[in-house]
């Protein structure tokens, strides 16, 4: 709907890049609407957006002009094999990131495609084109279907400008796509094209080929799949989202210390990791007079506040207490442990930092947390349940609930977050009666999607702050869902399956009840080799989870305060059995 030219000016002998509309404009009054539009892109002033030198028009011909003898197009950039995935997404941020400011100033491109997108000999990018095309087709709606309108014509002018800028975050994921895939989706080269054959306006949908001739990382390729989903409703609705999980994905993986990680480390440090749990001031109370009793009873209490038993680990786990304390002994994965390292009057100096409940959070927020909170304590039941004989029930209690550290982190840093990777998750109704319902992402899928991680690379972020070594960070990391579990040679091993094997049964527990029954069996199937279990067993540690308490194993006696040398053995990962 708009093209693009490289034009040498003989009067001032420079090169030029022209971009004009495709089809002229009906006559003058139209013609005077497209420079107005025009002219407002051109005032805007952005890192990202090219400057326009002239608007005008020849022979009734309207067009812009850009400087273009320091650029390329992307489209002259492009390979067969497609571009490395950092250079796609660090030019995909900066166009994005140029989208945003003009559809937050009411400006839309309405025609995005490779050869808009000039790159300099710096590698920045820039944006040119900003209205030229004719207004589009809006999707059909429900008192639109039957009339054909087009947007200049639609009597909400914001929802005209919503919808465009819609379009234009639609263009740029599947830009992203043919930028990867060396090919662009539907062998249409045409952004345009691709569009109206994509739902709300035709009935075909692109996802990126598994045979790429460059490696792509799963984030990227979540992230590129979802800008482009045959749903609607899963597609990123603006540019800064898009942008955002572009973001995350390349500070992660670059481990630069920015993006969601360097923000929930800035924010673990400053606030803490969870807020404690109502009712604090009766533990603390519960706390002072437990003085003169046993360690494990005092760990019973810590331990119904994961926000008070985190930060135990955290405080004992540090290079400085570690290096001085329990040096050889590896990390320590026990609140009777850190109880006996730190003594009581460092309990109640870490209880009495904690902030109080909700935190940071909004009613919803707190709801959904402490939601989070009582099925992380369940699989921690479960878990202990199904422990084969010998193993201590606390560290695989805290071990299922460490597989759970992402997930907790995310649900209390980023609570908005959270919510859209469990709407991502939601299966759509079927077009059709009788049709099945439309899937939703997975858990990890919809992380990479809107953040660029997943939780449990949030989750080990936390644990490596923490001081936790790599043994650790594997056994905190569940088994993943979509290979075999193979047999557990060691104690790390065993402990890892164990609780992922509780996570599962507990995350199958919220799915609806056909689908629960399915998923149990899964779990079976999957376990039933490495840890001997039945679908009984299952059963039956699922009720048991829901009415027995935390059980411990025997307790350790309790060190003086201040004395944190002493104390009794810790099962710890070194000697689990």
């Not at 390979?79 to 989208?99: E, I, K, S």
Request: with cysteine.
């Amino acid at each position: 709907r708009s093209m693009v030219w490289r034009v040498n000016d003989q009067r001032s002998r420079q090169e030029w890049i022209l971009v004009l509309p495709r089809t002229q404009p009906e006559d003058a009054k139209a013609q005077e609407q497209w420079m107005n539009r025009v002219r407002k892109s051109a005032r805007l002033k952005h890192p990202h957006l090219a400057d326009a030198v002239e608007v005008g028009a020849e022979e009734r011909w309207p067009f812009v002009a850009y400087e273009g003898a320091r650029f390329q197009t992307l489209a002259e950039r492009l390979t067969p094999q497609g571009l490395p995935a950092l250079d796609v997404a660090r030019w995909m941020m900066q166009a994005l990131d140029g989208l945003a400011f003009a559809h937050e100033a009411g400006v839309a491109h309405r025609d995005l495609q490779l050869h808009m997108m000039l790159v300099g000999e710096q590698g920045g990018l820039r944006l040119i084109g900003f209205e030229v095309a004719p207004e589009e087709l809006a999707p059909p709606s429900e008192d639109a279907k039957g009339a054909g309108r087009s947007m200049s014509v639609n009597p909400s002018e914001l929802k005209a400008q919503r919808d465009a800028a819609q379009r234009d975050v639609l263009a740029a994921g599947l830009m992203m796509h043919h930028l990867v895939a060396g090919q662009p989706a539907l062998g249409e080269t045409d952004v345009g094209q691709v569009i109206v054959r994509l739902p709300p306006w035709g009935q075909e949908f692109v996802r990126l080929p598994w045979g790429l001739a460059r490696p792509l990382a799963e984030p990227l390729r979540a992230i590129v799949n979802r800008s482009t989903d045959r749903q609607e409703r899963q597609r990123y609705r603006n540019a800064r989202t898009l942008a955002r999980a572009l973001s995350g994905w390349m500070e992660a993986d670059s481990a630069a210390g920015g993006g969601p990680l360097g923000l929930l480390l800035d924010r673990v440090r400053a606030v803490g990791l969870l807020p404690a749990m109502p009712g604090g001031t009766v533990r603390a109370a519960q706390l002072l007079r437990m003085e003169r009793e046993r360690t494990n009873e005092l760990a019973e209490i810590v331990l119904r506040d994961l926000a008070l038993a985190f930060e135990l680990l955290r405080a004992v786990n540090t290079a400085s207490v570690r290096g001085t304390q329990v040096s050889g002994n590896g990390p320590v994965l026990t609140v009777r442990r850190a109880i006996a390292m730190i003594g009581l009057d460092g309990v109640l100096r870490v209880s009495q930092a904690l902030r109080p409940w909700p935190g940071l959070l909004d009613e919803q927020g707190a709801g959904d947390l402490e939601r989070l909170i009582e099925r992380v304590k369940r699989a921690g039941r479960v878990a202990q349940i199904l422990r084969p004989a010998g193993y201590d029930a606390e560290v695989v209690y805290l071990v299922t609930l460490l597989q759970n550290l992402g997930r907790l982190t995310l649900q209390y840093h980023f609570p908005d977050e959270a919510a859209q990777i469990r709407r991502l998750m939601l299966p759509a109704p079927a077009a059709k009666a009788g049709e099945p319902d439309e899937p939703g992402m997975t858990e990890e899928n919809a992380a990479f999607a809107v953040m660029g991680v997943d939780a449990d690379i949030l989750g080990a972020a936390v644990a490596r702050h923490w001081g936790m070594d790599e043994a650790v960070l594997q056994m905190i990391r569940r088994l993943p869902t979509n290979t075999p579990v193979r047999s557990a040679d060691d104690d790390e091993a065993v402990l890892r399956a164990v609780s992922s094997c509780a996570n599962e049964v507990v995350d199958a527990l919220s799915l609806p009840a056909q689908q629960a029954a399915t998923a149990l069996q899964r779990v079976v199937q999957r376990y039933a080799r490495t840890l001997g279990v039945t679908l009984r067993v299952l059963q039956d540690a699922l009720k048991g989870a829901m009415h027995e308490p935390e059980r411990f194993d025997e307790p350790v006696p309790l060190a003086p305060s201040g004395d944190a040398s002493a104390g009794a053995r810790e099962t710890t990962t070194g000697d689990l059995a």
